[in-house]
């Protein structure tokens, strides 16, 4: 997730990514996320394993914003708002 000026990453696990961006849309959950208007989906990865997920988590949290970024550009170079296609 990212702000509308682009210039925060937040990296997040969830089980259900329509009801978790919706979350971080209408600034549900204190915090990070609600502080930085964190409300476009820019990137995302699909696991059927929590572990797998979790330890990406980690790794991508370890990372970087420049390393994170270089990851959001290879598959979304222009940061569209994915949650468009995919929910509407």
Do not use: C, Q
């Not at 990137?43 to 330890?55: F, H, L």
Request: aromatic share 10%; no cysteine.
């Amino acid at each position: 997730m990212t702000n509308e000026s682009l210039s925060h990453v937040y990296t997040g696990v969830t089980s259900n990514l329509a009801r978790r961006v919706d979350e971080h849309r209408t600034g549900l959950n204190d915090g990070y996320t609600k502080r930085y208007r964190m409300t476009r989906l820019v990137y995302y990865e699909v696991t059927d394993d929590v572990r797998v997920a979790i330890a990406r988590e980690k790794e991508i949290k370890g990372w970087r914003r420049s390393k994170k970024a270089d990851l959001v550009r290879r598959l979304n170079p222009k940061w569209r708002d994915l949650s468009e296609e995919l929910f509407s």
